[in-house]
C-alpha cells in the first residue's frame, strides 16, 4: 500500500468511523462465497508475518531522563528549541503540525506559562494567538505591557510545545516528559517573575491544581516569584472572574516594578 501521511491518514480513518465501520476485524477480507480451499489460503496468508514487521524489539528508554539530558545540554533558548524540535519520544508531535516553542521578547522581565497550543497555534506555530490570546493580550495591554512592547515586554510559552488531539487535556506523563524542557526555558529565559496561567500550568511547575485557591498568592518556581492566575479560556468562559485577573495583574506590575 503507497504510504499516507499523518494527517491524511487519520483523515481516511475518521471518514470509516463515520460511515459505521469503527471495528478493525482482520488484515484481509472475508469472501464468504469462496470455496474451502480458497478460505484455507487467504487465512494462510493472513497469518504470514508481514514483511515490512522486522522483529519487534522492546527498549525501555526512560522519556523525563532523556528529555533532561536534552535539555541540560541546550546552553541558549535556540538550542532548546532545536533540542525539542529533535525530541522524539513525545506522541503529541506525531500529531501536531507545528511546534510552538515562544512568543514575545526573550529576557523579558515576565514569563507568562500557559497550557498547550490548540487549533490556531497548532496551525501557525505562536502561543495565544487565538481566543483566549487574544485576551491574554488586552489583558497585558491594560496594564502597559505586551509581546510586542519594547518598553515592557512579556514572554510566552505553554507546558506542552504540541497541540493534545482534540484539546484533549494533557496526559500526566506528556506534562511530566515535557517539564525539563520547561524548567531549562525558565532558567534560560531568566525572567523578574513568572505567571502560571490555569490549572495545568500550575500542574507543571507547582505539583497542584486548585486555579481558584491559587489565584492571586504569590509562590516560587525555579527560584523566581510566581503567580498563578486564570487562564484566559477560563475568563472568557466566566466573565464573572475577570475582576480576580484584574488585581491580580495590578498585584504583577505592581512586583516587576519594584
Ligand atoms: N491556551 C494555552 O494555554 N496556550 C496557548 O498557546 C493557546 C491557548
Sequence with gaps: MESVDFHTARALLEWQIELGADECIGDVAVDR?????????????????HLTRGPVKTIERDAVAEA????????????????????????LKRGARNMVFSDGIAGAPVMIVGEAPVRDEDRTGRPFV?????????????????RDRKDAPVYITNILPWRPPHNRDPKPEEVAMMKPFLERHIQLANPKALVLMGNWACQSLL????????????????????????????????????????????????????
Design 33 to 49: 462465497y469462496a470455496l474451502p480451499e480458497k478460505l484455507a489460503k487467504l487465512n494462510q496468508q493472513a497469518a504470514k508475518p
Design 68 to 91: 533532561h539530558a536534552a535539555a541540560q545540554a541546550a546552553d541558549t533558548l535556540e538550542a532548546l528549541q532545536e533540542a525539542m524540535t529533535a525530541f522524539e519520544l513525545c506522541d
Design 130 to 146: 487565538g481566543a483566549s490570546g487574544q485576551l491574554l493580550d488586552r489583558m497585558f495591554s491594560a496594564i502597559d505591557m505586551g
Design 207 to 258: 505539583g497542584k491544581r486548585g486555579i481558584a485557591r491559587l489565584r492571586g498568592q504569590w509562590l516560587e518556581v525555579s527560584g523566581k516569584p510566581t503567580l498563578p492566575m486564570f487562564h484566559p479560556a477560563y475568563l472568557l468562559r466566566n466573565p464573572d472572574a475577570k475582576r480576580d485577573a484584574w488585581a491580580d495583574l495590578l498585584s504583577l506590575k505592581a512586583a516587576v516594578r519594584k
